[in-house]
């Protein structure tokens, strides 16, 4: 099993390197900075892209005190303490770093708006491994993975090299989905899995869209502040989950539930079908 472990790794450093090479760098782009939304009230300047990341706040510290007030979340492992720690640890920072950042967007400041998201990002990739993969591997991973995504930060700074950045914030998207699918889970409710991806992509697609949706609102809410309010909901929905889920004693992936929910669905439909067909066919005889 180690020399497996060591052989992904290898296999991933690999490709990483691979990329590095093949690919071009990618600057920050300084229009990035250019939100739709400059309004100022109350002496605030851009006042609801600053005030829509309090929800952060308040989540991230609701996500604490259920983590460590007599364990309401039943974690039963430390590495799931550590992780989810981690990972409100760093939805709480959001609303700091990215309402800092608000205040006058420029690059120096965009780090402090990022590095609590990488927190995020990673320490949900490592809870993912436990829950999913293997206890101990996802429990080692959760240190490594932080420093991974605060290197990518740090690179992206110093060299003005936005790939493994991008690397770190995008991977868990299509990672976490994919394997909340296909891998078995550990506790009940994966669905809320999906739901906080697809809150998250509708997030990146209001972040693209800032300018038009502020346009199409007539200039009450811009595209960016939306954005903040669906990515609060990530952690809104991963918070419910912890409520609510118990331990999985049936292992099934969503998959597999998925295909045995549709079988049966098809053979109840043809079932169905039959009793139809033959009761026609007795009116007509009699």
Not at 235 to 248: F, Q, Y
Request: charged letters at 15%; aromatic letters at 14%.
């Amino acid at each position: 099993m180690r020399k497996r472990t060591v052989y992904a790794w290898g296999v991933a450093i690999l490709c990483f390197v691979v990329l590095m090479m093949v690919t071009p760098a990618i600057p920050q782009s300084q229009a990035y900075h250019d939100f739709a939304d400059k309004r100022r009230f109350l002496g605030i300047p851009n006042m609801l892209n600053v005030v829509s990341n309090f929800p952060f706040l308040v989540i991230g510290i609701i996500g604490l005190v259920l983590c460590f007030y007599r364990n309401y979340f039943k974690l039963r492992l430390q590495g799931e303490l550590w992780g989810w720690t981690c990972f409100y640890v760093g939805v709480a920072a959001v609303a700091f770093g990215s309402a800092y950042y608000h205040l006058k967007p420029n690059d120096a400041r965009l780090v402090w708006d990022r590095l609590p998201m990488t927190i995020a990002f990673t320490s949900i990739m490592a809870i993912f491994i436990i829950e999913r993969i293997d206890e101990r591997k996802g429990t080692i991973s959760v240190v490594p993975l932080l420093l991974a995504g605060i290197i990518s930060i740090l690179y992206w700074r110093f060299f003005d090299d936005l790939r493994p950045y991008a690397l770190v914030q995008f991977l868990p998207c299509i990672a976490i989905p994919v394997m909340a699918i296909l891998l078995p889970p550990m506790y009940t409710h994966s669905t809320y899995w999906l739901w906080a991806a697809v809150f998250y992509l509708l997030a990146k697609v209001e972040e693209a869209a800032d300018k038009p949706i502020y346009n199409w609102t007539h200039h009450i809410v811009s595209g960016h502040t939306l954005k903040h309010l669906c990515a609060a909901m990530v952690p809104v929905l991963l918070t419910l989950m912890l409520a609510k889920r118990t331990i999985e004693t049936e292992r099934q992936s969503l998959l597999q539930i998925w295909k045995v929910s549709w079988k049966t669905k098809v053979r109840s439909n043809g079932s169905e079908e039959e009793t139809a067909s033959y009761a026609a066919v007795s009116v007509v005889e009699s």
